[in-house]
């Protein structure tokens, strides 16, 4: 039901820079010891609720709960993507902007991410519901697997692989 990967390229139009305050082209982005740690206890936190929303609201066929952990869900989901978008890819990308191959990697990265966002985000929209329809009931438990596969799949990968291009500059 859900394209997590849709294979179109975007183009990046902003350099990250656009709308903050004395936007010139010495703006820059610094090294926050803190972010990567930060990111990770968002995964955490992430897990956690998408664990909840099972145990606590599909198996107790319990529609209210599943609606209110999909909220948390998603404004979590959302203020880690500002965090990774507004302070680890610029920083990122400011710092390898002379090594080409790894900077399209990360802008790699980054569009992927964009594409499980907007899966996660229509999930969310969808079963955010305190009645479900029959369609909704049979249809929940593969789209919650699929989503569940791709956050796997990517938090694994920004913690072994990603996260690990962050260094001080």
């Known amino acids: 039901m859900f394209r997590i990967f849709s294979g179109k390229s ?14 010139g082209p010495d703006r820059s982005i610094s090294y926050d010891p803190t972010l990567i740690n930060t990111l990770k ?8 609720i998408y664990q909840r929303i099972w145990s606590e609201g599909y198996e107790q ?10 909220k948390a869900f998603k404004s979590t989901f959302q203020a880690h993507l500002i965090k990774e978008n507004v302070s680890f890819y610029v920083y990122l990308e400011q710092s ?10 990360v802008k790699d990265f980054r569009t992927d991410m964009n594409d499980i966002a907007n899966a996660v985000v229509q999930f969310c929209k969808r079963y955010s519901r305190e009645i479900f329809t029959g369609q909704m ?7 919650y697997e699929k989503i569940g596969e791709a956050l796997t799949r ?10 690990t291009l962050y260094r001080y500059s």
């Open 154 to 163: 990517r938090v694994s990968l920004e913690e072994r692989e990603l996260y």
């Open 96 to 105: 390898l902007h002379e090594d080409a191959h790894t900077l399209q990697i």
């Open 137 to 143: 009931l049979m249809d929940f438990k593969q789209d």
């Open 10 to 23: 975007r183009s990046n139009a902003s350099s990250g820079k656009q709308g903050s305050r004395d936007a």
């Open 61 to 70: 066929q319990d529609f209210r709960k599943i609606a209110e952990l999909l």
């Open 41 to 48: 206890g968002d995964h955490k936190d992430l897990i956690n």
